[in-house]
């Protein structure tokens, strides 16, 4: 830089002044990156939404049965004890 007489000229003021910006702007977009990618929520599984009401007890029954909890004779059975409350139960 001595071999002009100290002075750079200006395409080496601009030159300078160009490297200083790109090297502030890679400088703030690291800073950035680090921050988002630490500010991140975690890779959890997501979990289902809740329901806004409970399920009724047929919903609770017919799940039972889907998943193979109870076999049809029982699931009839139940299913008719909670339409009709207070009957006796008929055997067939």
């Known amino acids: 830089m ?3 007489g100290g002075n750079p000229g200006g395409w080496g003021i601009a030159l300078m002044t160009i490297s200083m910006v ?3 702007v890679l400088v703030i977009a690291a800073v950035a990156a680090v ?3 630490l500010g991140r ?3 959890q599984a997501p979990t289902p939404p809740a329901q806004p009401y409970p399920p009724t007890p047929e919903q609770v029954l017919a799940d039972r049965f889907a998943r193979g909890e109870i076999d049809e004779e029982e699931y009839r ?3 008719e004890v909670l339409r009709h409350p207070g009957q006796p139960l ?3």
Request: hydrophobic share 35%.
């Open 77 to 79: 059975r139940r299913i």
């Open 22 to 24: 790109t090297f502030w």
């Open 41 to 43: 929520p975690s890779q």
């Open 90 to 92: 008929t055997k067939s």
């Open 2 to 4: 001595w071999w002009h």
């Open 35 to 37: 921050v988002r990618y």
